[in-house]
């Protein structure tokens, strides 16, 4: 199952604070390595920690002094102390946008937060990920990295390793925005476009690592996945910290696999048990596209299981139709007392103008399907409006540009001259 470049035993991997693999249903530990399935039971693993332990306040000084990327959080994450001395593109401590505006529109007086990863080295989230599995990759001693992408984990992947000195070589479904496209091109690492979706792009790679073609390749979303998934936990600790060491009330996140939302909940765990916000009742919803939406059908079901569906939706980063974390992101929305919603392509379009007309921040279309589920449940009054809310927006409008196209424009061209001017009645 498991391709292993070098013979590191388990003892000289310093991933820092992680201790181990742990699995997820039947909690079984394993030694850190290349491997994300249980040999019991094969449920998915998950990296366990020796967390800090001692007093909170000195915890949250050493957090706050320290590099205004994800590596402030290092005593938290899988990766080694000094992971800030090494080539990476430091993604992280992105802006978390006050939005009165947009909360002026929807009506909410609680607060409303953009968390805006657009800002990240390669315009999505999906650097943050990249960061830990290039860590991982490095103490196991592969060489070239690899993902089955949606679009944007191929560009984070091509970006890292081209700044880390790794080969690298991505798969993505062959019909994606040519704005991902170029993204994941340019750093000058193999990309290859396979005829199907993402599921299909998925089966392939799993095969690739089982047969000799993949070997020395780390997978981040796949055989390194327990180290990649722990990067969204960053979210959680940033937003928090952002707010003043702070709970937000509800948060809204997108659901593509469903590891980004899973992981924010064991972010948001880590901080209260660490004594680093105050522990209180806190809400997580997930955002899905109609044209892709298996989990917000099973939440709204009510079942525990997740049926996989083919995706038709331009919300293309989200179009994953078997998500690996389903049922999990299920437990989460329900036991936190959130919800699972899905919006229409033209619900996508329309609020991904809405936050641009409103604050200034261009989304693409997972953006856009955040924000349009978060208007749909404030307008059902799912979410409370005199609550703190935070809508997270993992990727960029400049990449997803179809989307918008057909919609926006000039609004005259003129002569240039004030009388034509004056003729296209804009005075
Ligand atoms: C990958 C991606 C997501 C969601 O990722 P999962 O962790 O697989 O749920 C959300 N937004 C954007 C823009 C993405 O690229
Ligand atoms: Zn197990």
Redesign the pocket.
Known sequence: MQTVATTDSADTVDLGPASGLSCRECGERFALGPIFACEACFGPLEVAYDLPSGDAEELRKRIESGPENIWRYAPLLPVPADVASKPNLNPGFTKLVQADNLARELGVTGGLWVKDDSGNPTH???DR?VAQAIEAARAFGFTTLSCSS????AGAVGAAAARAGFRSCVFIPHDLEQGKVVMAAVYGGELVGIEGNYDDVNRFCSELIGDPAGEGWGFV?VNLRPYY?EG?KTLAYEICEQLGWRLPDQIVI????????T?IDKGLQELIKLGLVEDRPYKIFGAQAEGCSPVSVAFKAGHDVVRPQKPDTIAK??A?GN?A?GPYVLDICRRTGGAVEDVTDEEIVEAIKLLARTEGIFT?T??GTTLGVAKKLIEAGVIDPALTTVVVN??DGLKTLDAVAPTTGMSAVIRPNLDSFREAGLV
Do not use: H, M, R
């Open positions: 999505s989230f999906k990920v949606t679009g944007n984990l979303n998934a969204s997108p659901i593509a696999s469903g590891s980004q939302l992981k980063s989200l994953i998500p974390d693409e997972a953006g993992t990727g």
